[in-house]
């Protein structure tokens, strides 16, 4: 069959899953135009410039920031709402453009990329994340290593101050390094390259094997995790001829503000150990909710919340909710610190004053209905 | 009042599931029986501590399996010391294996500090998600969550730590970690103690060798009672 029958079909069916299930149309064209042919994403991705964004957190709004900044280029389309897999990036190469800037999970980069031949790669950062699908970081590390090797064509751009991206970027033949003067890395005791033990001083590491994040090719100073981000962002922008962008920090903010029958909440995503981190440490308000689930997306294993310390919730009003709302509870409870435990998240709400103004940390599955709701 | 430390074995290796967590309920759930816990971090290049009363392991990837092994082998002299005087050491999933006989890490097989009669290779899949077991100590059930592709196999002198009820356990869908005394081995994570704070109590019996009264904390008690009710 003819790709643009076979797009024709997929996108009728995305149209009809659309209109009659209800459901967001971004994966359900990309299934069926990959059941019919299974090399739609090559066929596709020539005659454009692909760019993928991958790493454990900050795909979503770094893949925005991107794509932001490539427009000016050109006419880009990307799969800006997450959907990541390779259903997703099938349904938004179905448009036609001149640049495609794609998120991709870490499991899949890949098969994507040798699918679809990427000028860019950008690694933002590796660490724990719903160890039930990945098993262990350094597998996924490995991974990318080894794509690194056989893409000679392509550039791969980020932040070796991550052990694990550093070691991905040393497998490539082009490459960019960038540096933001070091980070320590909750995951980074073990040098991924060789396996001795991995020398820090203070924020930077140093391997006997040459692993390091010292000589990078672009340097930038110590930054948030957005912020870094936004400057890979910038960096891979240059890369294909694009003007950065002014990168104002209160716009990388990823919380979303909405009105639950009179309570502000100011929703921000939380998935891993190394996002509860950054997100505990945003905290402003005195009330806070925190929403766990363990669905296949959140990680279905809650272990990692004893490698969070939540004591900046303490002395305020905690409120928690969601399938695995019980874990946190007795987390919190063995720090010193007292929650109360809603059913679900209309009673949490509830358990607040109207006019309130409430800090909402949730589980990645949470954050979603909450956002779209 | 008495007072025990706890030796958190490598944390740095030894964390990737969570496992440091064991460790602060073991402190919490002391204070309610009057015991003050004082928690020793063991790093990779430090000596392992003489004076514990718990040690404590958990579970890690490969690489870091390896170099927690070469440093416990660097400190053999103190662990036995340890060990003849009746400290109590729990040790989960890579840590289990490290104290069997031999287990397989990053293609190749190496011996453990063997003390407990047990042998790991490699699975023919890897065993996630929720497991329950039957106590071998407790009349209770324990639970917990496993993430491993190591097989564990019995010798002639283990006694296994449970009997499997839901999950995988050794590998072979039986029987779940291995006892020796005070030394405790087991593919549990959740942390194990935070899911099951009965069996915290029974380590700090045996590190105190007292025998402490039921204690009333409902909120422990609700966890534990749900996740055993869960998991099936």
């Given at each position: 069959?003819?790709?643009?029958?076979?797009?024709?079909?997929?996108?009728?069916?995305?149209?009809?899953?659309?209109?009659?299930?209800?459901?967001?149309?971004e994966t359900i064209p990309g299934k069926v135009l990959l059941k019919l042919d299974s090399s739609a994403i090559t066929k596709l991705s020539a005659n454009r410039k692909i760019i993928l964004v991958t790493g454990t957190n900050g795909k979503t709004s770094t893949t925005k920031v991107l794509t932001q900044?490539?427009?000016?280029?050109?006419?880009?389309?990307?799969?800006?709402?997450?959907?990541?897999?390779?259903?997703?990036?099938?349904?938004?190469?179905?448009k036609k453009s001149d640049y495609a800037v794609l998120e991709v999970?870490?499991?899949?980069?890949?098969?994507?990329?040798?699918?679809?031949?990427?000028?860019?790669?950008?690694?933002?950062?590796?660490?724990?994340?719903?160890?039930?699908?990945?098993h262990e970081v350094k597998r996924v590390a490995d991974r990318w290593h080894e794509l690194a090797k056989s893409l000679p064509g392509t550039t791969f751009i980020g932040d070796i101050d991550d052990p694990f991206v550093s070691y991905a970027l040393s497998g490539a033949t082009q490459s960019i390094k960038v540096s933001f003067g070091g980070k320590k890395h909750q995951d980074g005791a073990v040098c991924p390259a060789c396996g001795k033990y991995l020398t820090w001083s203070k924020q930077n590491y140093k391997c006997t094997c040459g692993l390091s994040?010292?000589?990078?090719?672009?340097e930038f100073e110590s930054a948030s995790a957005a912020l870094r981000n936004a400057n890979l962002a910038n960096v891979a922008g240059d890369f294909l001829g694009a003007k950065p962008i002014a990168i104002n920090e209160s716009e990388l903010e990823r919380s979303v503000l909405r009105n639950f029958g009179g309570v502000e909440a100011k929703i921000r995503?939380?998935?891993?150990?190394?996002?509860?981190?950054?997100?505990?440490?945003?905290?402003?308000?005195?009330?806070v909710m925190l929403v766990l689930n363990a669905r296949q997306v959140d990680?279905?294993?809650?272990?990692?919340?004893?490698?969070?310390?939540?004591?900046?919730?303490?002395?305020?009003?905690?409120?928690?909710?969601?399938d695995r709302a019980l874990d946190l509870a007795y987390r919190l409870?063995?720090?010193?610190?007292?929650?109360?435990?809603?059913?679900?998240?209309?009673?949490?709400?509830?358990?607040?004053?109207?006019?309130?103004?409430?800090?909402?940390?949730a589980a990645y599955t949470a954050f979603f209905s909450l956002v779209k709701a | 009042m008495s007072k025990i430390n706890i030796v958190r074995i490598h944390n740095e290796l030894l964390g990737t599931y969570g496992d440091q967590g064991n460790a602060e309920v073991l402190v919490f759930r002391g204070k309610f029986h009057g015991i003050t816990g004082n928690i020793i971090d063991v790093g990779y290049n430090d000596p392992l501590p003489t004076n514990g009363d718990i040690y404590l392991?958990?579970?890690?990837e490969d690489a870091a399996q390896l170099l927690s092994l070469e440093a416990l082998n660097r400190d053999r002299e103190t662990l036995d010391l340890v060990i003849e005087r009746g400290a109590v050491i729990l040790a989960v999933c890579a840590g289990f294996q490290i104290i069997g006989n031999s287990f397989w890490a990053a293609g190749k097989e190496v011996a453990g500090l063997g003390l407990l009669d047990v042998s790991s290779t490699p699975g023919t899949k890897r065993y996630v998600g929720d497991i329950k077991i039957k106590s071998t100590n407790l009349e209770i059930d324990l639970t917990g969550f496993e993430n491993h592709a190591g097989k564990t196999i019995l010798g002639p002198t283990a006694v296994p730590f449970g009997k499997v009820l839901v999950g995988h356990g050794n590998g072979d869908g039986k029987f779940d970690g291995a006892i020796n005394g005070n030394i405790f081995g087991t593919y549990l994570h959740g942390p194990i103690l935070a899911r099951n704070p009965e069996f915290a109590d029974l380590l700090l019996n045996r590190a105190t060798g007292r025998k402490y009264s039921q204690i009333t904390d409902p909120l422990a008690v609700q966890y534990a009672t749900w996740r055993r009710k869960v998991t099936k």
């Open positions: 069959m003819r790709l643009a029958i076979s797009i024709l079909i997929a996108k009728f069916a995305g149209f009809l899953s659309k209109n009659i299930l209800r459901k967001s149309g900044i490539v427009t000016k280029l050109g006419k880009t389309v990307s799969n800006g709402t997450g959907s990541n897999l390779n259903w997703g990036v099938a349904t938004t190469l179905m999970d870490e499991l899949h980069l890949n098969n994507i990329a040798k699918a679809a031949n990427p000028i860019a790669i950008l690694m933002l950062n590796l660490s724990r994340d719903q160890l039930h699908r990945m994040n010292k000589n990078p090719d672009q995503l939380t998935k891993n150990p190394a996002s509860w981190k950054e997100a505990l440490s945003s905290i402003t308000k005195s009330q990680g279905i294993d809650t272990s990692w919340l004893w490698d969070v310390s939540f004591v900046e919730l303490a002395g305020k009003k905690v409120v928690v909710t969601g409870h063995v720090q010193g610190i007292n929650s109360i435990i809603e059913k679900d998240f209309s009673k949490a709400i509830d358990s607040f004053e109207r006019g309130a103004e409430v800090d909402v940390l | 392991l958990g579970g890690a």
